[in-house]
């Protein structure tokens, strides 16, 4: 085997290794973005939840008024 085979094999070995060095960065900001995803969304079905509480609430009290009448 020839020096221009092996060198042309040192240089596909070093791409393959920057792309996996970039893969890595890229899994490691898309892991990121999944769990600030997920805590936006607990928080959005929280705030969810206790506006319809408040929904609720307020609905008894006009039915409570409207009776009361």
Known sequence: MTD???IALEQ???QLLARC???E???QH???TG???RQ???RLLQVNDQTRVQVE???QRMKTLEQSS
């Open 12 to 14: 596909k070995i070093d």
């Open 35 to 37: 769990l600030q995803a």
């Open 21 to 23: 060095e970039e893969l």
């Open 25 to 27: 960065l890229e899994n």
């Open 30 to 32: 898309l892991k990121a």
């Open 57 to 59: 609430k307020m609905i």
């Open 4 to 6: 221009h085979y092996f």
């Open 40 to 42: 936006e969304r607990a």
